[in-house]
């Protein structure tokens, strides 16, 4: 007949399935923040930072404009002195206007670069945010009913303890008031 199981510690099974549904409670929702982090910085580069560093080309490119306009007069009317510091100010337009070009260069760059080297990230999450919410849910489950199992185990007498008398009964009931 097989031995009965000794089960010592129900509590430390249940101590980790609510361990367990405490991980998935405070891993599901960070899980979701990282991943609407992703989707925001994808529409911030699609469109909000991508409308300001345009906005930034044209309005340098105006003040360049100006500038060299503002240069071509001075030379006209032989200004030497203006022209110097009128020289000064379209070279300082150009560098402004080259350097949001660039900035926007990168960030078209960034743009067409950010699927290929976010999508495998994004991949991972979503099988990890799968496995939260479908694997964890059933390990839990699956660790409440082994948990019920073993304490309805735990409660049944082991066979024949149950219908064999106690051997104090036995001598009473043999020299019993008819003997």
Same mark, same amino acid.
């Given at each position: ?26 891993? =599901? ?20 930072? =991508? ?31 203006? &022209? ?12 402004? =206007? ?74 009473? &009931? ?6």
């Amino acid at each position: 007949m097989p031995e009965q199981a000794h089960v010592t510690s129900l509590e430390a099974i249940e101590a980790f399935r609510t361990s367990l549904i405490l991980y998935v409670s405070k891993a =599901r929702p960070t899980l979701e923040e990282v991943s609407a982090d992703v989707l925001r910085t994808k529409l911030w580069l699609e469109n909000d930072q =991508r409308m300001q560093l345009e906005g930034q080309v044209r309005r340098r490119t105006r003040e360049l404009e100006q500038a060299e306009q503002a240069l071509s007069s001075a030379r006209m009317s032989n200004l030497r002195e203006a &022209t110097a510091a009128d020289q000064m100010a379209v070279h300082k337009a150009r560098r402004a =206007r080259e350097e949001a070009e660039a900035k926007l260069k990168n960030l078209k760059r960034w743009h067409r670069e950010f699927d290929s080297r976010v999508e495998p990230l994004v991949k991972q999450l979503e099988k990890l945010h799968t496995l939260l919410a479908n694997d964890m849910l059933q390990a839990n489950a699956y660790l409440a009913q082994v948990t019920d199992t073993l304490a309805a185990y735990a409660e049944v007498a082991p066979p024949g303890t149950a219908a064999a008398p106690q051997p104090a009964e036995q001598a009473q &009931t043999n020299s019993g008031p008819g003997s």
